[in-house]
């Protein structure tokens, strides 16, 4: 029987998404291991995804994907070769976390956007835009009730910021990390502006506007302003004789501000006694000096491994996971480091070249939401890891794929702009 793989695509995508979210939801309180799934629906779908793309003759069209999926994968044996020391064993057991949690997800979203059907490709953007803003509503909700299980689930997840606080300074809603919701709610906020309708764009905006600024995290602060920028000329939403901004933004950002405040009286009048909302976003701003100084020290360290190591330590190894694992090296804070001390030079150039090429097919196709997404990533992979955490590494590959198909996506009446 002959499988209709672009029937299935979007049956993949929206599974994959809403077991992502309501499996985190569980993980609140009992362990569920969500990127398993994900990583058994990567296995499960490659059938469908690899037929997809040797039907329509797509490798050729892809040849930089796949030459930093190769280099990725040749990463993993030459990391073992190139193992430091008495940790061999525990670098195998990181590597396999690598192609579980990190490869096999990439094939997965990345094959999803190139192989999804030019029909469901708005609609796919718009259940990712739900699931968003179910995730960071309850989020917000959570961050300003304070539930015993949120509580309890913050002191697990940070425990190191729960003993300071007492309570979680940053918005991570049932995720428990403001890195991915910083990304999550910076690119959702573009999204909503492309391509909602103006019913639901408000609501929408309003709330990914909020938890980008609850996130406390300052690449996102830059990169949503700079994406709402961008939307606000391309779309000719400002009339620059007559200084008229368009409605829908103003009563976003007064919006956003009201809840702000309302955040910053509630936590110095309930929630925290010692440590104020005003201290700790004064903080964010004055650690800049101080942030750009350790990632370089960071960053000096990545650099001198991949001069020893042409194809890195190996996929993963600078992740997150590898401090869990008690790899040698420190995980940089900068998606490009943690790439090139994973697969080394090769691996990162290939993967700028990747970056590059979405950004010029989206460019040249006028697909100007997925082109601000990527710009987005980019700015925000500077000095932070977002390329390969949970949850937004899903919508970034997933975005890439849609950036490298071979047709033009057909967008509504209104997101047809110059």
Not at 79 to 85: L, T
Not at 104 to 114: A, E, I, K, S, Y
Not at 263 to 285: G, H, N
């Amino acid at each position: 029987m002959t499988i209709k793989i672009k029937d299935n695509i979007y049956f993949i995508y929206i599974l994959a998404f809403v077991v992502i979210n309501i499996g985190a939801f569980i993980s609140m309180k009992s362990q569920v291991q969500t990127g398993l799934f994900i990583s058994l629906l990567s296995i499960c779908s490659l059938y469908i995804l690899c037929e997809g793309t040797l039907k329509s003759n797509d490798i050729r069209n892809n040849v930089l994907f796949n030459l930093f999926v190769l280099v990725e994968i040749i990463s993993c044996p030459m990391g073992i070769i190139s193992s430091y020391g008495t940790f061999l064993q525990n670098h195998i057991s990181l590597l396999l976390y690598g192609i579980s949690y990190l490869l096999l997800p990439q094939l997965l979203f990345f094959n999803l956007g190139r192989n999804m059907s030019n029909r469901k490709i708005i609609n796919s953007l718009k259940a990712l835009l739900i699931c968003n803003f179910v995730l960071i509503s309850v989020g917000i909700y959570f961050y300003m009730a304070r539930p015993q299980i949120y509580l309890s689930f913050v002191e697990r997840a940070l425990a190191d910021q729960f003993a300071v606080y007492g309570y979680a300074p940053r918005l991570v809603s049932y995720l428990g990390d403001s890195m991915s919701i910083g990304i999550i709610c910076s690119t959702s906020t573009v999204l909503s502006l492309f391509i909602l309708t103006k019913k639901t764009r408000f609501i929408f905006t309003t709330i990914f506007a909020v938890g980008c600024i609850m996130s406390m995290q300052r690449g996102a602060w830059i990169s949503m302003l700079l994406g709402i920028i961008f939307y606000i000329f391309m779309t000719n939403k400002i009339n620059l004789k007559r200084f008229r901004i368009n409605r829908t933004l103003f009563i976003v950002l007064l919006v956003s501000i009201t809840v702000i405040v309302y955040v910053i009286i509630k936590i110095q009048q309930e929630w925290a006694s010692e440590f104020e909302f005003f201290d700790i976003i004064t903080r964010r701003f004055n650690k800049i000096g101080g942030a750009a100084d350790e990632r370089s020290a960071q960053w000096l360290g990545v650099i001198q491994s991949s001069t020893r190591n042409l194809f890195g330590t190996g996929l993963g190894t600078l992740s997150h996971k590898g401090v869990d694992f008690g790899f040698p090296l420190v995980c940089p804070d900068g998606n490009y480091m943690r790439i090139l001390g994973d697969t080394g030079f090769i691996g990162l150039i290939l993967f700028l070249l990747l970056n590059i090429l979405s950004l010029n097919n989206t460019y040249n196709k006028k697909e100007w939401p997925l082109f601000v997404v990527i710009i987005i990533y980019m700015i925000q992979a500077i000095g932070t890891n977002v390329f390969d955490l949970f949850y937004s590494s899903f919508i970034y590959w997933y975005v890439l794929g849609l950036s490298n198909r071979k047709d033009k996506i057909v967008w509504t009446q209104e997101l047809k702009l110059a």
